[in-house]
């Protein structure tokens, strides 16, 4: 059993995880950057840990900085949530590199099932059915238009490294499909450090 966990996330998912730490009688650390500084989860935990930077991509995807603090608050585990870290391998890896448990799968299974447009590839392999998309990310914005009008609106565009259904987007006709292809790119880099899309069938 753990003695001390750090949740790798914020807000309400935080909580949950540190509500069933408590009830096991296990210690938490919190994380923060300077826009959540005074959210109930930091007060929540049994210690808070500031990474200063609003941005995402310089505080709940920065690495370095949580494994940092994993490491001086002496957590022997850290749990990601959902979202943000969760899919990231090289993640696991550093956790593993410091002798800190990752809690969830291993770093083949987040690199297998951690991007959408792979797991979506091995389960059609295995002859599972999906939905009918792009198999690769979407890359040519005339080829994306095209291969929307095959599969018929609406589509969606979908993060390929995203989780916590960040960053999707309906789109119903031809004339939204750009900027829902550049808004989610532009999600998915800040959000996960990965601007690849794809676009399948949505289905209502």
Same mark, same amino acid.
């Given at each position: 059993m753990?003695?001390?966990v750090?949740?790798?996330?914020?807000?309400?998912?935080?909580?949950?995880?540190?509500r069933a730490?408590r009830e096991?009688? &296990?210690?938490?650390v919190?994380i923060?950057s300077d826009?959540?500084?005074?959210s109930l989860?930091?007060?929540?935990?049994?210690?808070?840990?500031?990474?200063?930077?609003?941005s995402p991509?310089?505080?709940?995807?920065?690495i370095?900085k &949580? &494994?940092?603090?994993?490491?001086?608050s002496?957590?022997?585990?850290i749990?990601?949530g959902y979202?943000?870290?969760?899919?990231?391998s090289?993640?696991?890896e550093?956790?593993e590199k410091?002798g800190?448990?990752?809690?969830?799968p291993s770093?083949?299974?987040?690199?297998?099932m951690?991007?959408?447009?792979?797991?979506k590839?091995?389960?059609?392999?295995?002859?599972?059915?999906v939905?009918?998309?792009?198999?690769e990310g979407?890359?040519d914005i005339?080829e994306a238009?095209?291969?929307?009008?095959? &599969?018929g609106?609406?589509v969606?565009?979908?993060?390929?490294a995203?989780?916590?259904?960040?960053?999707?987007r309906?789109v119903?006709q031809?004339?939204?499909?750009?900027?829902?292809?550049?808004?989610?790119?532009?999600v998915?880099s800040?959000?996960?450090g990965?601007?690849t899309?794809?676009?399948?069938?949505?289905l209502?």
């Amino acid at each position: 059993m753990f003695e001390k966990v750090l949740i790798a996330n914020r807000g309400e998912i935080a909580i949950r995880v540190m509500r069933a730490c408590r009830e096991l009688d &296990i210690e938490s650390v919190a994380i923060y950057s300077d826009a959540d500084a005074t959210s109930l989860y930091t007060n929540y935990a049994d210690e808070s840990y500031p990474l200063g930077n609003p941005s995402p991509a310089k505080s709940y995807l920065n690495i370095d900085k &949580i &494994i940092n603090i994993a490491l001086e608050s002496g957590a022997d585990a850290i749990h990601p949530g959902y979202g943000f870290l969760a899919e990231n391998s090289k993640f696991g890896e550093e956790c593993e590199k410091n002798g800190i448990k990752l809690i969830g799968p291993s770093g083949e299974v987040i690199n297998q099932m951690g991007d959408k447009i792979t797991s979506k590839a091995l389960m059609k392999k295995a002859g599972v059915p999906v939905i009918e998309g792009t198999p690769e990310g979407v890359t040519d914005i005339e080829e994306a238009k095209e291969i929307a009008a095959q &599969i018929g609106y609406p589509v969606i565009v979908k993060a390929s490294a995203g989780g916590g259904g960040i960053g999707m987007r309906a789109v119903y006709q031809e004339d939204e499909l750009v900027r829902a292809i550049e808004s989610t790119q532009s999600v998915a880099s800040t959000n996960f450090g990965d601007s690849t899309v794809f676009i399948e069938k949505y289905l209502e």
